[in-house]
């Protein structure tokens, strides 16, 4: 990569090289262990020019997203945050019976089902086959298609202008920065709303939360980054709201630069926070790939130590950040044998890279290990109430970033 996909700057700083991994959603069927795998540079840039943190486009989103093995509403605790959004949201646009409402990248229909439930009229535009379907099975409307301008064009002139359009943990999935933001101007009415969530840089440097960084996700944004992107394709930032979400979101409110108005003190006031923090110059960055070795360096010598002792560890989860995670650590079965999972799409495969088998969680019950490797550790508090069972053994949960933590858990 020589040049930024957002300002096309020759200016990209190192910020971290993570080796080369396999894209973190291809999950390996057990027929596939004996194929070669194909591995791709994982390392992180920053723009010194518009501050927009990204690593290569070297997988396409057709690739990764045509069929998907991530299903949202698997996680309790993200259906709950969908059903809240949609109550706020509600409220703050004055979503009435005759509104639309348009999401991107709408996966298996988790947050737009609260909409249906509402009885307001809306459609998800979802790229991959399998989650769209089972939105559809859920009585949620979908597109099966990749949002651009061309798109955004036809689904406003078949279903009119949306009130809102609903971005959640997309932002980050799209190379084409500017095309992906023209077409959210074209899907949204004139006097409409875009509401975007994703990950914020901050939170990701200032916690260590690296295994974030995967080839689903070209880009990383502080809120400095996102009111450059958003304006490439004519709307406005007006308001941000901060998250605890995936380790620390922003959720971005912005309209049409023509309506748009000044934007809110909150958004002055993380600009702020950045620029504290140095994220708008070099200093902000150095150090992030020293605390990312030690993280690495304290989950080994725990397995391994672990392992010395005769005790065993086993893994919760099989998200998408796990896998970063085990493959930057080298974490093969001799380390951990399994882990599991409450997605049923994911029993019997194997974690790319690494080869971890993912078995359904009452295999974890049955053995009960010392130690349970909680791989989500962005649901911290959802995990550490679902497994307090682990007690009855006397088992402990292990949380690896954004430093390692063994917890004793109470029933």
Known sequence: MTRCRLCGSAALESVVDLGATPPCESFLAADQLDEPEPTYPLHLRVCTDCWLAQIPPLITPEETFSEYAYFSSFSTSWVEHARTFVDDAVRRVGLGPDAFVAEVASNDGYLLKHVVDRGIRCLGIEPS????????????????????????????????????????????????????????????????????????????????????????HFQYYTVASAIRALASGGLTLVDVEL?????????????????AGEPSRQVTDVLAREKAAGLQELSGYTEFSARVAKVRRDLLKFLVEAAERGETVVGYGAPGKGNTL????????????????????????????TRVPILSPERMAADRPDYVLVLPWNLRAELTEQLSFVHEWGGRLVFPIPELSIVEVTP
């Open 129 to 216: 086959v399998n989650v769209g379907a089972a939105a559809r099975d859920a009585g949620v409307p979908t597109l099966t298609e990749f949002l651009d301008p061309d798109t955004g064009s036809a689904v406003r002139a078949e279903h009119g202008p949306a009130d809102l359009v609903v971005a959640n943990n997309v932002y980050a999935h799209i190379p084409d920065v500017a095309g992906f933001t023209k077409g959210l101007r074209a899907l949204v009415a004139d006097d409409g709303w875009v509401s975007i969530e994703v990950q914020h840089l901050l939170t990701l440097i200032q916690e260590n939360q690296y295994d974030t960084i995967y080839h689903e």
């Open 326 to 353: 085990l493959n930057h650590c080298g974490i093969r079965p001799d380390l951990l044998p399994y882990t599991v999972d409450r997605n049923p799409y994911k029993h019997g495969r194997f974690t790319p890279g």
């Open 243 to 259: 998250l605890p979400t995936h380790g620390g979101s922003i959720r971005l409110w912005a309209r049409p630069a023509e309506v």
